[in-house]
């Protein structure tokens, strides 16, 4: 099971840093509550697929989200804990950015060319752009 923790706390790091790389420049100084939920919402859905895929229970997933968004974000981890703690919530609301990351990291290790794994990476960036039409 180590192995599998580990495994997916790889790629979620890798296809994060990838989708956040294709994203416009100071997200991560944000202030749009929107834009915040939304990035940290593709962000767990997408360690919570890509922890699914690997066969791994909800303990598992949670301390990878915990990790993954920690790192990805440079946030302090009582912070990372306080937003974690309204996704399950928001997953069961059927939050759009919850299910497009999961959907996409799949999507990302399964693309068979580097342009289908760039789409997948650039599903974050169709959801903020949605955010700043709205």
């Known amino acids: 099971m180590t192995d599998s923790i580990e495994a997916v706390t790889k790629m979620s790091l890798q296809f994060l840093a990838e989708a956040i790389g294709q994203c416009p420049a100071g997200l991560e100084s944000s202030t749009n509550r929107d834009v915040v939920f939304a990035v940290l919402g593709f962000q767990y859905g ?72 760039l789409a997948t990476a650039g599903s974050l960036r169709e959801i903020l752009r949605q955010i700043d039409e709205a």
């Open 46 to 117: 997408a360690v919570q697929g890509a922890a699914y895929v690997a066969g791994l229970g909800d303990d598992a997933a949670a301390g990878i989200a915990e990790e993954v968004l920690g790192k990805i974000n440079g946030m302090e981890r009582e912070n990372v804990l306080n937003y974690l703690s309204l996704m399950p919530m928001l997953a069961r609301k059927e939050y759009p950015p919850i299910g497009i990351g999961a959907k996409a990291i799949i999507g990302f290790y399964h693309a068979p060319t580097d342009g289908e794994k």
